[in-house]
């Protein structure tokens, strides 16, 4: 207990991060405590009020996000200079405001409600990559970590000025170009880590990413290569992600899957046959080419 509270006071309060640490643990709550609610709902407990609704609408949570961030935002930007109290606070309302929000990431992203389904796990990775984010500045490391070297910061010199200028530009670079092959969570460790941006940068692609579509598209062995390596070394990280993604937002509806592919089957197959063809059978031709032999015979009579 005193080997947390000297940390906090040394590596956070010291260092003005107060807020920045209200901010997570808003955040971190704030998702668990929606976690268990929408658990409680999914399983139907008697004695947990369940979804809040308008009428026929149903209100989502990202909406309650929306009005935390909103309110609070406000907040610190009007009371920008007051108490640190007071602004973590507004920090800590912050981030319950944003785990409401990115808890329904997905619904956000697809624009329709997948909560229970295969895409809603979208919404996990993006409260992860918020967490993991957060978590390292907390730590004290940030994208320019490098310029905390001696006096590279403060330097004002051309030399110091150029310097700056572009390690900032390299390493937002490498980070662009990790990001574009499909490797996010190395992008993102990598702008607080540089060596990762450079593996990353020069590996291979992943094959569904943008950079395969641009590179590899002319370039059947390489993206062979990709794919073989895909599949060898994200196999297990992939089972190991749909474990946790599945132990912290429940399995996706099979049910509601279900129902929802067979409205859409029925919608595509379910449609009027197309009216049949008129054949010409031996009345409808005798109809039709009486006229023209009665025209015939006049002609020739004339």
Known sequence: MAGLRRWLDDSVVAHGRLPLLCFLLGFIVGFLLIRISVRLIRKRVRWWPGNLRAGNVHIHHMVFGVVLVLLSGIGLVTLYGSSVGTVSVLSAVFGLGAALVLDEFALIYYLRDVYWEEQGRTSVDAVFVAVAVTGLLLLGFHPLWLLDVGDIRHDRSPLGRTFLSLFAFVNLALAAITIAKGKIWTGLFGMFFLPLLFVGALR???????????????????????????????????????????????????????RRAAEEELARTVVPAPAPPHPIGPSRARLTTQPRAGRRRRDRAD
Not at 219 to 231: D, H, K, N, V, Y
């Open 204 to 258: 291979l692609s992943r094959p569904g990413a943008p950079w395969a579509r641009w590179r590899y598209a002319g370039r059947p062995r390489l993206m062979q290569r990709a794919i073989r390596r895909e599949r060898r070394y994200r196999r297990p990280v992939i089972r190991a992600k749909i474990f946790v993604q599945d132990l912290i937002a429940g399995k996706p509806d099979v049910v509601a899957h279900m």
